[in-house]
């Protein structure tokens, strides 16, 4: 089982950034694909963004789009999420997850980490 733990989440007002780093266990890092997720209160789960082992393949949820990055450095086994010209909508708790990659989806596989809270004040 791999461990997840995230940081970097705060409060920051709209149009600020943040970046979150989710620094995972293990000696295969490399060959899993990794996302981010984030559930806002009284609101399901959602899909923010996703990357290959590789880096060859990324993807992002339409709400994020051009407004968020993510990338990852399989040295240092950890997965960021850059994220750019916050808006309240944006405020959830994050969380990081192993995921597979299949048909052009990714979903979830098994471990998350705990999250970190994001607040985007108006």
């Known amino acids: 089982q791999v461990q997840l733990v995230e940081s970097g989440g705060g409060l920051v007002q709209a149009g600020g950034s943040l970046r979150l780093s989710c620094a995972a266990s293990g000696r295969t890092f490399s060959t899993y694909s990794m996302g981010w997720f984030r559930q806002a209160p009284g609101k399901e789960r959602e899909f923010v963004a996703a990357?290959?082992?590789?880096?060859?393949?990324?993807s992002y949820a339409d709400s994020v789009k051009g407004r968020f990055t993510i990338s990852r450095d399989n040295v240092k086994t950890t997965v960021y999420l850059q994220m750019n010209s916050l808006k309240p909508e944006d405020t959830a708790v994050y969380s990081c997850?192993?995921?597979?990659?299949?048909?052009?989806?990714?979903?979830?596989?098994?471990?998350w980490g705990q999250g970190t809270q994001v607040t985007v004040s108006s």
């Open positions: 997850a192993v995921v597979k990659y299949y048909s052009g989806i990714f979903t979830p596989s098994g471990s």
């Open positions: 990357i290959s082992g590789n880096r060859l393949i990324t």
